[in-house]
């Protein structure tokens, strides 16, 4: 499959807003579950939310439901992740991973395909 490419990480204050971006090729916005991973330093990568992007149907880890929000435009091959009323506790790098098919939960070890990750720093 193409690279997911990830982009929009940065460094904000607590209670910041930032706007992840995963491009993606043509045929993984079709029908495909785009999730959105993070990874603390001696942490294991975790999901944060995902969307089936035929329906649009979402997903989302009990640490950042109300916080985040994810959205795709498949016109424009892009998953976002809007992340607002951001915590120290967010700071990781942020993955977008994708599979084939409905969204079967937000473990890692089911999305084949993976972006280089994009770092988000919250400072308090």
């Known amino acids: 499959q193409a690279p997911l490419v990830e982009s929009g990480g940065g460094s904000v204050q607590a209670g910041g807003s930032l706007r992840l971006s995963c491009a993606a090729s043509v045929s993984t916005v079709v029908a495909h579950c785009i999730g959105w991973f993070r990874q603390a330093p001696g942490k294991e990568r975790e999901g944060v939310a995902a969307i089936y992007t035929g329906r649009g149907n979402t997903y989302y880890d009990d640490s950042v439901k109300g916080r985040f929000t994810i959205s795709r435009d498949n016109a424009k091959k892009t998953v976002y992740l809007q992340m607002d009323s951001l915590k120290p506790e967010d700071t990781a790098i942020y993955y977008c991973?994708?599979?084939?098919?409905?969204?079967?939960?937000?473990?890692?070890?089911?999305?084949?395909?993976w972006g280089q990750g994009t770092q988000v720093t919250v400072s308090s």
């Open positions: 991973a994708a599979r084939y098919g409905i969204c079967g939960g937000l473990a890692a070890n089911i999305f084949p395909n």
